[in-house]
């Protein structure tokens, strides 16, 4: 389970609720696609939309020994939440 956290008006930080005490948190900059997943302190994957193209294509490095289906569902989840317009065809 994916849960939004609103601190401010630009600051979100999603939980990613998993088994056991290691949940996922994912911070950083969400209107602009740049943020990070964290275990802890520890920075397991690394979400980037700026260096890559104007379309909806993102680079997702996960840390090697993390689920990388459950970063990329998690990313998608996110992206979802924080631009439900995005894509759509009218």
């Known amino acids: 389970m994916v849960k939004k956290h609103l ?3 630009f600051h979100h930080r ?10 996922l948190e994912a911070e ?3 209107t602009d696609h740049e943020y990070v997943f964290r275990r802890g302190t520890r920075t397991v994957a690394t979400v980037s ?5 104007w379309t909806d294509t993102y680079g997702v490095e996960v840390d090697s020994g993390e689920d ?7 990313a998608v989840v ?4 924080c631009h ?6 009218h």
């Open 7 to 9: 601190f401010a008006l």
């Open 14 to 23: 999603f939980t990613v609720d998993v088994p056991g005490p290691d949940d």
């Open 28 to 30: 950083g900059n969400f």
């Open 49 to 53: 939309k700026r260096w890559f193209s």
């Open 68 to 74: 990388p289906v459950l970063i990329l569902a998690s």
């Open 78 to 81: 996110v992206d979802q939440a």
């Open 84 to 89: 439900p317009d995005d894509g759509e065809r």
